[in-house]
């Protein structure tokens, strides 16, 4: 059997994760399941992981669960003042920080900052990432965004989970099937169409992620206008207000997993 040279369609992949996982979309499953799983957060640049999902996976490794960022890029272009080589060097420095106090692994894709290639030889490197760190859930862009690397990333991990799933797909590791959910980052440059869909409590994280997060110098220094501290801390107190958790991190998922199946009303 030959694989078609076509992506892999959202229905494919819907399909596939609904099949795998009855569970995806219900954010209850996340509270029974056992620890000791693993989480892959993927994102475009180094430190977008962190600010916009860091607080959940500070939560998650302290309940015993690996954690890996893979950082798609180092975003070493994002320093006017500096060249992206040397830049660069500093963000995985940075990065390496700040995923320790996140009690993070990172792995690092060989990409450069805004050329993130949309396609069939990235979404063989994520799919061969996913099938190595073997995560039940991965945390993501969400598909639409401002910045072209974040909406191809959202697209290239979307296809990987499916081509990690097919044993006619061969890459350096063997195939996986256990990404039981797949989760979309609150991101302020990925808000079109994003609505918040799954809650979850941070408070007793917030004082760890901002140390997590300010080893970086974008977020903690004059590099860049945006108030990205302001921004993310303001944005845990709305998501806090509305769900009743005084701190909060929202994730959306896809369409699909908001379906629910029942015989008479709950
Ligand atoms: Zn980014």
């Avoid at 995806?24 to 509270?31: I, K, S, T, V």
């Amino acid at each position: 059997m030959t694989m078609k040279r076509n992506w892999p369609s959202r229905s494919r992949v819907a399909l596939l994760l609904s099949t795998l996982a009855g569970t995806l979309g219900f954010p209850a499953a996340a509270q029974t399941a056992a620890p000791g799983r693993t989480i892959l957060a993927i994102g475009a640049h180094a430190g977008d992981m962190e600010l916009t999902a860091g607080t959940l996976l500070i939560k998650q490794h302290k309940l015993g669960d690996r954690v890996v960022i893979l950082h798609m890029t180092l975003g070493e272009g994002g320093n006017p003042q500096v060249s992206p080589s040397i830049y660069g060097a500093q963000k995985k420095r940075e990065a390496l920080a700040a995923d320790s106090v996140i009690g993070a692994e990172a792995i690092f894709a060989p990409y450069r900052d805004g050329e993130i290639p949309n396609d069939e030889a990235a979404r063989r490197y994520v799919a061969d990432v996913i099938r190595q760190v073997k995560p039940s859930y991965i945390i993501t862009h969400w598909k639409n965004s401002i910045h072209k690397d974040h909406s191809n990333t959202s697209a290239i991990v979307q296809d990987a989970v499916l081509l990690a799933s097919l044993e006619g797909v061969v890459t350096q590791h063997p195939a996986y099937r256990g990404v039981r959910g797949v989760y979309y980052a609150e991101n302020w440059e990925d808000s079109e169409g994003f609505v918040p869909y799954i809650y979850y409590g941070v408070k007793d994280a917030m004082q760890q992620w901002r140390t997590a997060v300010t080893k970086y110098e974008f977020i903690a220094g004059k590099i860049s206008s945006f108030p990205y501290l302001d921004y993310y801390e303001a944005l845990s107190t709305v998501r806090g207000a509305v769900s009743g958790k005084g701190k909060a991190i929202a994730f959306d998922i896809d369409e699909f997993g908001k379906r629910r199946v029942l015989d008479s009303l709950p």
